[in-house]
């Protein structure tokens, strides 16, 4: 079986694939922050929507990087991983 990784690196030659890939570069760069924060804090997905008093689906949804969120949530995740959020446009 293939790891993802190398399935991604395999249709990325896909120039459909990669046009896709980069439109959503936003989403998946939010979504490594999240998981980042929550594996340095050391939590599961469930521990992490316990502290935030929302459900484990909400942060596996979030961690795919296929929902949208609002700031409020992001600023829970914040709170309960113990870091800062910071939001800047460059």
Do not use: C
């Not at 998981?35 to 961690?63: F, N, P």
């Amino acid at each position: 079986m293939s790891k993802v990784k190398d399935l991604h690196k395999k249709w990325l030659d896909d120039p459909e694939y990669q046009e896709a890939y980069q439109g959503m570069s936003d989403e998946f760069e939010l979504a490594s922050a999240i998981i980042a924060a929550r594996d340095q804090a050391g939590l599961t997905q469930e521990e992490l929507a316990d502290k935030m008093e929302a459900k484990q689906s909400l942060v596996a949804r979030l961690e795919s990087g296929g929902q949208n969120t609002t700031i409020k949530t992001l600023q829970r995740i914040a709170h309960a991983t113990g870091t800062h959020l910071r939001i800047s446009f460059e």
